[in-house]
């Protein structure tokens, strides 16, 4: 990636995982269990944390829509994808509208990045691919 793009990423408002993310802590995680328990416990993280709310659920996609509460007031799209048997990853897509003179992307980042803690605490974990 070129230094100029660095310079200019903190200012980006959306931010998306996936497996060929430039950025380590943004790649896919894999879990090894089924997409219904994957589902399940990415449900559970959201249901538990008061500042975010739950507004659509498509199990048949494997998607959750989420709004944030706090700030950066974030809308959070997570999808829930099975690769093989017992083997479940999980991107996020989260983008906000607001403003911020130092930048939204770093905020994005540190949504997604304790987003993944928590699901491996929960889940057992194959990392990233």
């Known amino acids: 990636m070129s230094r100029k793009k660095s310079i200019f990423q903190r200012f980006h408002k959306q931010l998306e995982t996936r497996d060929d993310h430039f950025d380590d802590?943004?790649?896919?995680?894999?879990?090894?269990?089924s997409f219904d328990k994957v589902f399940?416990?990415?449900?559970?993280?959201f249901q538990k944390d008061q500042t975010?709310?739950?507004s659509s659920t498509s199990k048949e996609r494997g998607e959750l829509a989420i709004h944030m509460k706090k700030n950066p007031h974030a809308f959070i799209v997570v999808t829930v994808i099975?690769?093989?048997?017992?083997e479940t990853?999980?991107?996020?897509?989260?983008?906000?509208?607001?403003?911020?003179?130092?930048?939204?992307?770093p905020a994005l980042k540190k949504i997604v990045v304790g987003l993944y803690k928590e699901l491996d605490?929960?889940?057992?974990?194959?990392?990233?691919?």
Do not use: C, N, W
């Not at 099975?82 to 017992?86: H, I």
């Not at 990853?89 to 992307?105: P, Q």
């Open 25 to 33: 802590e943004l790649r896919s995680h894999y879990y090894k269990t």
């Open 40 to 45: 399940q416990a990415v449900t559970e993280v």
């Open 52 to 54: 975010m709310e739950i």
């Open 82 to 86: 099975q690769t093989r048997p017992f």
């Open 89 to 105: 990853a999980v991107d996020f897509m989260v983008s906000s509208d607001k403003f911020s003179i130092i930048g939204l992307y």
């Open 121 to 129: 605490k929960k889940l057992p974990s194959i990392g990233v691919k």
